[in-house]
Nanobody, 124 residues
Framework: QVQLVESGGGLVQAGGSLRLSCVDS????????MGWFRQAPGKEREFVAA????????SCADSVKGRFTISRDDAKNTVYLQMNSLKPDDTATYYC?????????????????WGQGTQVTVSS
């Protein structure tokens, strides 16, 4: 069974950095595509980044390219989101998600399992 727990959110000034972590307590992490999404108040949930098994394919939203990096450590059942040069517009609740094994996915409907979310607030 997949159970995702995020950590690493917090309050940071614009230009700062945070690293989000998401641990999967299940046994199938290694074969799953993992993703990060975010949702700001009053807005729809949006794709941030995704990574397939063995990091073969990676995708990042245009809004975060060059600033955010997704990575995974299969030995630790953990996926990371390194966020640099943060902007106030990055303020949102960030969700980790897991998809069934397959090709790279970027739509929220393609992910079957979700964490509870971690809040990221970027002050100006």
């Amino acid at each position: 069974q997949v159970q995702l727990v995020e950590s690493g959110g917090g309050l940071v000034q614009a230009g700062g950095s945070l690293r989000l972590s998401c641990v999967d307590s299940g046994r199938t992490f290694i074969v799953r595509t993992m993703g990060w999404f975010r949702q700001a108040p009053g807005k729809e949930r949006e794709f941030v980044a995704a990574i397939t098994l063995r990091s073969l394919s990676i995708s990042c939203a245009d809004s975060v390219k060059g600033r955010f990096t997704i990575s995974r450590d299969d030995a630790k059942n953990t996926v990371y989101l390194q966020m640099n040069s943060l902007k106030p517009d990055d303020t949102a609740t960030y969700y980790c998600a897991a998809a069934n094994p397959g090709e790279l996915r970027v739509g929220s409907r393609d992910f079957q399992y979700w964490g509870q979310g971690t809040q990221v607030t970027v002050s100006s």
